[in-house]
């Protein structure tokens, strides 16, 4: 079992930036990747980027890249979401997630609220 908190949303303005925290627990060797997600009320979790744990390779959607940057501390088990520039459009409750294969999130955190306003 792996156990993800993760921590930092909150209200901004539109043009500020937050950074978001995934702490990772538990049998924290069997991952092998870490994404982040969000979710709009009324819409589909949508996949904001990810990740790798060994090479730290990351990949962004386009509706993201360029104002997100995703980071990882190893010694802490914890991936950061850097988020510049953001827009009320981004407004959501974003989730971190893991897995230990490619393309699978086995675990997932509570999610923490991010509101942007204009």
């Known amino acids: 079992q792996v156990q993800l908190v993760e921590s930092g949303g909150g209200l901004v303005q539109a043009g500020g930036s937050l950074r978001l925290s995934c702490a990772a627990s538990?049998?924290?060797?069997?991952?092998?990747?870490m994404g982040w997600f969000r979710q709009a009320p009324g819409k589909e979790r949508e996949f904001v980027g990810r990740i790798t744990w060994s090479r730290g390779d990351t990949y962004y959607p386009d509706s993201v890249k360029g104002r997100f940057t995703i980071s990882r501390d190893n010694a802490k088990n914890t991936v950061y979401l850097q988020m510049n520039s953001l827009k009320p459009e981004d407004t959501a409750v974003y989730y971190c997630?893991?897995?230990?294969?490619?393309?699978?999130?086995?675990?997932w955190g509570q999610g923490t609220q991010v509101t942007v306003s204009s």
């Open positions: 538990g049998r924290t060797f069997r991952m092998y990747v």
């Open positions: 997630a893991t897995g230990s294969t490619p393309g699978a999130w086995d675990y």
